[in-house]
């Protein structure tokens, strides 16, 4: 046998004791409620917010590098054009020399 963390419940082992009775409805002052649990909606609020605006945050920068990208590349397909242009100027004068 495993030795048991709480001996003095060892005889309430496989007793079933509910909790709350089910047929009791109990009814709770909402500002009561939030003034006793109050940290749990406000740290649930503060999470969904600062979730929220990482989320954002993240998107913007994502939007802002992909237009840095796609400047560069257009940038850089316009050298490339003109070193083509340049080089093929260049072969052509030899070719007339």
């Known amino acids: 046998m495993q ?8 005889p ?3 007793i079933h ?3 709350y009775d089910l ?3 109990v009814y709770a002052n ?7 649990l109050g940290f749990i909606s406000d740290n ?3 999470v ?10 993240a998107s913007l920068f994502m939007l802002a590098a992909l237009i840095s990208f796609c400047v560069v590349k257009a940038k850089k397909g316009q050298q490339d054009n003109k070193n083509s242009e340049v080089m093929q100027g260049e072969e052509g004068e030899n070719l007339i020399e």
């Open 23 to 25: 047929s009791q409805q």
């Open 48 to 57: 969904q917010t600062i979730t929220l605006w990482m989320i954002i945050l």
């Open 44 to 46: 649930s609020t503060k």
């Open 30 to 36: 909402p500002m009561a409620f939030l003034d006793t």
């Open 3 to 10: 030795p048991f963390p709480l001996p003095t419940l060892v």
């Open 12 to 14: 309430l082992i496989g």
């Open 17 to 19: 004791i509910p909790i």
